[in-house]
Nanobody, 128 residues
Framework: QVRLVESGGASVQAGGSLRLSCAAS????????IGWFRQAPGKEREGVAC?????QYAASVKGRFTISRDNTKNTVYLQMDSLKPEDTATYYC????????????????????????WGQGTQVSVSS
């Protein structure tokens, strides 16, 4: 059982930057693909970035967001630069258990049912 806690959400102006953190407890993250998802009011939850062996990004954030992981701290980060008002949402991290990941090249996915554990979310608001 993995518990995920997001932090780092805030209100910023367009063009600003934020770094979100996803801290895990209960298990080590080296056997998990981690995804960052977001949900704006009235919209479906969508994947923005994920990382297993390598990172992947949604087209809407590619070049602006960077996902990284620090297994020594059991934490995954989402660096968000050049923020836009349309990035306003609640951001969630999620963990997808991949037991062979430490020794096998593994791709992450934006398919929500694939993820076993979810955090409670952190709010990001970007004003114009």
């Amino acid at each position: 059982q993995v518990r995920l806690v997001e932090s780092g959400g805030a209100s910023v102006q367009a063009g600003g930057s934020l770094r979100l953190s996803c801290a895990a407890s209960g298990d080590t993250l080296d056997q998990y693909a981690i995804g960052w998802f977001r949900q704006a009011p009235g919209k479906e939850r969508e994947g923005v970035a994920c990382i297993a062996t390598n990172p992947q990004y949604a087209a809407s954030v590619k070049g602006r967001f960077t996902i990284s992981r620090d297994n020594t701290k059991n934490t995954v980060y989402l660096q968000m630069d050049s923020l836009k008002p349309e990035d306003t949402a609640t951001y969630y991290c999620a963990a997808d258990h991949r037991p062979h990941m430490p020794t096998t090249i593994t791709m992450c996915t934006f398919l929500r049912p694939q993820y076993d554990f979810w955090g409670q979310g952190t709010q990001v608001s970007v004003s114009s």
